[in-house]
């Protein structure tokens, strides 16, 4: 049975553990890691079958089969170079981190010099199947505009630096229009679905992102358009945001959990 470490655990990281505690998935939580011990024993409180370790990442890396990120972007720079080097497989959340383009180089370089597959779900989008279908031809232009209630963007680098009072906005307000690469770093939290879109697409220059925040919202929405030989798409997702997380949609955490299915499943289903 696969062995499965975990470090972060928060909103995704516990919907992770509850769903290999409960059958969904079928692997062996093996280990967890946090630097918040508080949400560890809340973790911990919430599992009936497991008894994973709490344990420091690089020990875990010894034992496990694959290491789940689901913490933070710096978290992917700290943990998953050394994961790699340990042939342990990764699945990462906080896929923004790619956006520094000789990280993202290094860590494909040893995925493959190890042997290892690292797994970026699609997060609280849809679309990514058309995009890389698409990808096989040329791609023209890739769009992603994200609206979310104000408070799913409070403590973003960009809200902070331009000192944006989000309890005075009392419309729908554009507030970020540029490429993926700046927009992952400006929401580090908000926006890693941009990053992923980048890499299945065309890249992180050439993805336009635009960040709304609208107080008439309860949920999340992300657009995509994407135009190429193959014609035109647009997907649009109205995500209920993460009870204990409103920055995260509850989507997410469901995609985390469905790709580890299809990682442990022999029959594979779509592009
Ligand atoms: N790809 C996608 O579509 C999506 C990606 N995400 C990303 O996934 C990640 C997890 O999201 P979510 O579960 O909602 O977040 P939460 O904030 O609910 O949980 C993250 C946990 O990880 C801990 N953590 C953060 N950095 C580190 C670190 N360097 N070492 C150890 N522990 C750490 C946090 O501690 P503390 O409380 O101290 O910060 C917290 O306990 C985030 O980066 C988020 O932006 C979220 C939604 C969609
Ligand atoms: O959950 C979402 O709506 C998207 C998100 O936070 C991210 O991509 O970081």
Redesign the pocket.
Known sequence: MLKIGI???????TSICQAIDNGTIEAELFAI????QE?VDKLLATLENSRPEFMETATMIKEIDLLVE??????VY?VIPAALHAHCDAMI???GAFADEKFHKMIRGLAKDNNCKVY??????VGLDGLRSASSEEIYSVTLTTQKPPRGLAGAPYIIRNNIDLDKINGKTILFEGPASEAVKAF???V??AA?LSIAGIGFEKTKVKIVANPALTRNIHEITVEGAFGEFTTRVENVP?P??P???YL?SL?AIATLKKITDPFQVGT
């Open positions: 470090i972060g655990c928060g909103t995704i990281g890691y946090d630097r918040n949400d689901c913490a933070s972007q710096k978290a700290e959340m906080s896929v970026l779900p699609s997060g609280a989008i580090p939290a908000n890693n679905v992923t993460s204990s997380n920055k995260s949609s997410a995609s």
